[in-house]
């Protein structure tokens, strides 16, 4: 987690995180997640944002386990996000990174 001024001197406020595909965090800092059911995890920020944040997530890990799954953010607000990971037909457990960053 970073907090840094923009241009307007408004703190912003940067947080990252690699995910497990049970939910636990494999790095970063400023936030908790847990998986509550398949491939559905829920993230809260240490700090809630000002607003929503952006938040960024992509799949992570070797290409022969992840070549088919995808990532959704499927709720958004200033204290959470909630992704899904998934296979072409079903919500799947699956590793993912993200960074969420906006003002504070």
Known sequence: MAIFKDSAGKATQHVYGVISPDGRVLSGEGFSTRRIWSGTYITEFDQPFAGEPAVISTIYGNEWQTFDKSIAIVEL?????VPVTSSMDRPEDCAFTFIAFGNI
């Open 77 to 81: 607000g200033s204290q959470y996000f």
